[in-house]
């Protein structure tokens, strides 16, 4: 069992992709991460101006987006070889902590997940997230850029 980190991005689909072609019929969980829309305020900090919210609808809204990237992520992993089911956790605390903590729920052999390109810089580099899943994880990790992503590393190496 593997588990997939899946947000939606190139990276998170190159994973997928990589994760079907060398490990083609295992099972997989996609997991999808949600943030309750308070939590998102508390963070942008003190001076953001809310008025009036319905706090309970915008969290619904971010719950069902992140079951339909799951779910997007699951029917990418099917069609990529993988026998694969979609997952949704609300995050509590790091975004890391939420994947490790969904890697040892689903008792996953292995966690993949896509390293972010955002810039020629930083996609030289490995994301926050994957780093931080690297140096945390009691397991394997398989860390997969997308081709736009590995192209430009390997032309930095030249």
Same mark, same amino acid.
Request: proline share 4%.
């Given at each position: 069992m593997?588990? =997939?980190?899946?947000?939606? #991005?190139?990276d998170?689909?190159a994973?997928? /992709?990589? @994760?079907?072609q060398?490990?083609k019929? *295992? #099972?997989?969980? $996609?997991l999808?991460?949600? *943030?309750?829309? /308070?939590d998102i305020?508390?963070r942008a900090?003190?001076?953001?101006? =809310?008025g009036?919210i319905?706090?309970?609808a915008?969290?619904? &809204?971010?719950q *069902?987006?992140a079951a339909k990237?799951? /779910?997007e992520?699951?029917e990418?992993a099917?069609?990529?070889? %993988?026998t694969?089911e979609?997952?949704i ?5 790091? =975004? ?5 903590? @969904?890697?040892? @729920? ?6 993949? %997940?896509g390293t972010?390109g955002?810039n020629r810089l930083? &996609?030289?580099?490995l994301g926050s997230? &994957?780093?931080?899943v690297?140096q945390?994880?009691g397991?394997?990790?398989?860390? $997969?850029? &997308?081709s *736009? ?5 390997? /032309?930095?190496?030249?």
């Open positions: 593997i588990l =997939i980190a899946y947000d939606g #991005s190139p998170a689909d994973a997928i /992709e990589r @994760a079907g060398l490990l019929g *295992e #099972s997989a969980t $996609v999808s991460v949600w *943030e309750p829309f /308070e305020v508390t900090g003190a001076g953001m101006t =809310i009036a319905d706090w309970v915008m969290d619904r &809204s971010y *069902e987006q990237r799951a /779910e992520g699951a990418r099917q069609a990529a070889g %993988l694969a979609p997952l956790q609300v995050r509590r605390g790091s =975004i890391v902590d939420t994947i490790l903590d @969904a890697a040892d @729920a689903v008792d996953a052999d292995a966690i993949v %997940l972010r955002l930083k &996609s030289l580099l997230v &994957s780093h931080a690297l945390n994880a397991r394997p990790v398989m860390v $997969v850029p &997308s *736009e992503v590995a192209a430009a590393r390997t /032309e930095h190496r030249r």
